[in-house]
């Protein structure tokens, strides 16, 4: 399992069943990342999320899926693109 200071690629069908923080994500072509829809999950990320494949986040109605960028300052892009 990657770690905070990990890219994750994923190249196949993965399912995150617990949050986890990753350095970014690459999901590739044919890949697929998919948020367990019974478990309450956040994926973390201090860089970009790449999707070249498919991100699947449908909660069911008792769970909370998050995809959380860390440590972003919003009003620096937002001065990037006025």
């Given at each position: 399992m990657p770690g905070?200071?990990?890219v994750a690629t994923v190249s196949g069908s993965v399912v995150l069943d617990?949050?986890?923080?990753?350095?970014?994500?690459?999901?590739?072509?044919?890949?697929?990342?998919?948020?367990e829809p019974t478990n309450s999950v956040a994926l973390e990320?201090?860089?970009?999320?790449v999707v070249k494949g498919?991100?699947?986040?449908?909660?069911s109605t008792s769970a909370v899926h998050r995809l959380?960028?860390?440590?972003?300052?919003?009003?620096?892009?937002?001065?990037?693109?006025?």
């Open positions: 905070p200071n990990d617990v949050s986890a923080r990753v350095a970014g994500v690459v999901i590739e072509p044919g890949g697929a990342l998919i948020f990320s201090i860089g970009n999320v498919l991100l699947t986040m449908r909660p959380v960028f860390v440590d972003v300052d919003e009003a620096a892009l937002a001065r990037a693109n006025p």
